[in-house]
């Protein structure tokens, strides 16, 4: 079954709106997530780590102010997409942390395919 | 830094044809290598891993091998079926923070 779960799937919103995505890690506590962002027919890049009970840690280049990450409870994490404009339409990721390199380091969400009008 | 260069595609192929996705990578330690495979409007799916020099990954057809000497880690499936499109990524982890550094993706279409 899944190990995580990410919602929505999918958002269809008007520009200048505010759009929260939600990644929950189903199966064991998580002390860190990663968020991705994916443009279409291209790879992953990561945008943030995500810590439970610390700040979030960007990747060069994301705007934190823009790209509010939060991460209360070893089960859950949010991305916010603060005044969103059309150019930050994307499918965002977001992966589990399992900090077992024996089997896979992370464990993928289904994504959220974010449409800004 | 680490880094995963990877076969551009994208890669139209008949069904029970033979596929090799090339992949190598530079890393300065000993990484884990993966390859993610990601269907439409869904997220990735790990298909086979190796986490370490000569260990052969296979999983629903699809075998990788680490190869240290020559810094690659090719996918390959000797017949493949229309079920199998989808973007096959190749990443790599070094073992220290659990980032994945991930390759520029293949796309592949099986033709019936």
């Known amino acids: 079954g899944a190990v995580v779960s990410q919602h929505p799937s999918w958002v269809i919103c008007k520009s200048g709106t505010s759009v929260k995505i939600e990644c929950r890690s189903l199966d064991f506590q998580a002390t860190t997530m990663f968020w991705y962002r994916q443009f279409p027919k291209q790879s992953l890049m990561l945008m943030a780590t995500s810590n439970e009970g610390s700040k979030a840690t960007y990747e060069q280049g994301v705007e934190k102010d823009k790209f509010l990450i939060n991460h209360a409870s070893l089960t859950l994490s949010t991305l916010t997409v603060t005044s969103a404009h059309p150019e930050d339409s994307s499918f965002y990721i977001c992966s589990v942390t399992t900090q077992d390199f024996s089997n896979q380091p992370q464990h993928f969400g289904d994504g959220t395919r974010l449409s800004i009008l | 830094g680490d880094s995963v260069t990877q076969m551009e595609g994208p890669v139209t192929l008949s069904e029970e044809a033979f596929l090799t996705i090339n992949c190598t990578y530079t890393a300065t330690g000993y990484p884990s290598l993966f390859w993610y495979v990601q269907y439409p409007g869904e997220g990735l799916q790990l298909l086979l891993k190796a986490t370490k020099a000569d260990d052969k990954g296979s999983n629903k057809g699809f075998e990788a091998t680490y190869r240290k000497e020559t810094t690659s880690f090719h996918l390959e499936k000797g017949s493949v079926q229309v079920s199998d499109s989808a973007v096959y990524f190749c990443?790599?982890?070094?073992?220290?923070?659990?980032?994945?550094?991930f390759g520029a993706g293949t796309t592949v279409t099986v033709r019936a």
């Open positions: 990443a790599l982890s070094d073992h220290t923070d659990y980032k994945l550094s």
